[in-house]
């Protein structure tokens, strides 16, 4: 990459955070500890009806990706996510690919982010396997030639061969594993935990079977949890907590995985010793590092309980 010798090295163990900001960058960015980030993955910026990024304020963009490449930081920018616009899916097809791949390089481009991370989901990936790995292997290509990087946001369910082929896998340079929403709030049949260490091992180990070599693989992890029982989803509360709403109302609760809410229900989340209990594995299994969803769900990380300052305690 063409900033390459001032970013961490390639071969150290990567910290990823998503930075979800709904078009307040810059404003909201002075609230996060950089320092112990080594990629910051900007979510999400997706085309309007006329494929471009043009609704997107350009500008404050510009200046978060200035201020994370002074912290020696690479930054991606995120398509999709898990609920895209409609005109993402119409952007994918063969009448509108290629015009649309070429406004996500000039927008890689002009604002100097490192890569693009693909956060294609659901529909997108399994009605039509074809056009997605079309996609795939042309926006590689087409980012391969400005020196730019390609990531990828994947679940196991919809990367199974039956919808996405090894060749298409290998064109990420690294691949980042949502082990994370095995059940939520959109399902209270099934309560409990949605990001078990033994789905991390299991999700990891899925890519691994794969063929995608242990030092392209981010191991998920959330900074959430969902509630369930009698008094999920109230009028104040959809049954999802971040991390750091945890924390401030239940002592102790950084060290736990679940919080039982008397009359209401259970929280489950991940605590400090399942997040590090995460990334040493990741450590051990020679992984290329640790993804996180979502930055500002967290402690400030000087915070003894921030699961990010957890984070970079067991890598180091």
């Not at 907590?241 to 950084?254: A, C, K, L, M, W």
Request: proline share 5%; charged share 15%.
């Amino acid at each position: 990459m063409h900033r390459n010798a001032t970013y961490p090295p390639t071969d150290s163990m990567r910290i990823l955070g998503y930075y979800n900001s709904d078009n307040h960058w810059y404003e909201n960015i002075s609230g996060l500890d950089l320092t112990k980030l080594t990629d910051l993955n900007i979510a999400f910026l997706n085309p309007n009806t006329a494929g471009t990024f043009s609704d997107y304020n350009l500008e404050n963009l510009e200046k978060v990706v200035a201020l994370a490449h002074a912290k020696k930081i690479r930054v991606y920018f995120a398509i999709g996510g898990g609920n895209p616009p409609a005109t993402l899916a119409s952007q994918l097809t063969p009448a509108n690919r290629a015009a649309f791949i070429n406004n996500i390089i000039q927008l890689a481009n002009n604002l100097n982010f490192d890569g693009v991370d693909v956060d294609l989901e659901n529909n997108l990936i399994t009605d039509d396997t074809a056009r997605y790995g079309s996609f795939i292997r042309e926006v590689s290509a087409a980012l391969k030639a400005h020196h730019k990087l390609l990531s990828a946001a994947l679940v196991t369910w919809s990367s199974g061969p039956r919808y996405i082929a090894t060749a298409t896998l290998q064109q990420f340079d690294y691949i980042n594993i949502m082990s994370y929403d095995s059940t939520g709030v959109w399902n209270t049949q099934k309560p409990g935990q949605h990001s078990s260490y033994t789905l991390a091992i299991n999700d990891f180990q899925f890519f691994r079977s794969r063929g995608i070599p242990a030092h392209r693989l981010l191991l998920g992890v959330p900074f959430y949890g969902y509630a369930f029982g009698p008094g999920y989803p109230s009028p104040d509360s959809d049954g999802s907590f971040t991390y750091r709403d945890i924390v401030h109302n239940f002592p102790g609760s950084e060290n736990l995985d679940t919080v039982v809410v008397p009359g209401k229900g259970t929280i489950y989340y991940n605590g400090l010793p399942t997040i590090q209990q995460k990334a040493a594995y990741a450590k051990a299994q020679g992984a290329a590092g640790i993804m996180i969803w979502e930055l500002q769900q967290d402690l400030p990380a000087s915070d003894t309980k921030s699961l990010l300052s957890g984070i970079y305690r067991t890598i180091h």
